[in-house]
């Protein structure tokens, strides 16, 4: 795959309160990528990026809502998150990602 690819995949980390809770119990983790971004391609990004082996992926379509404004009726832009599960003994640490 081209390498300029796999750096345009992952968008950043979906922090929350939900996702803290994902890593904990599950050893998963909670990114922003792009919306034709596909699970191989995610998965060997996150390996890349992050040099971690990546046991699963599970991709979710969040559709984009809809909100008045002063000139009428507007929607936000739809957005894909990932769900990315890591290998036992792997973790990520954000603060130490360059």
Do not use: C, W
Not at 9 to 30: C, D, L, M, R, W
Not at 44 to 65: D, I, R, S, Y
Not at 76 to 92: C, F
């Amino acid at each position: 795959m081209n390498q300029e690819r796999l750096l345009k995949v992952i968008i950043g980390p979906h922090i929350s309160e939900k996702t803290s809770i994902v890593a904990e119990a599950n050893n998963q983790y909670v990114f922003k990528v792009a919306t034709d971004a596909n699970k191989l391609e995610i998965k060997k990004a996150v390996e890349q990026l992050f040099e971690v082996k990546v046991k699963a992926v599970t991709t979710v379509n969040v559709k984009g809502k809809t909100k008045r404004t002063m000139r009428g009726m507007g929607k936000r832009n739809d957005t894909k998150k990932a769900y990315v599960t890591l290998d036992a003994g792997q973790e990520i640490d954000f603060a130490d990602a360059e």
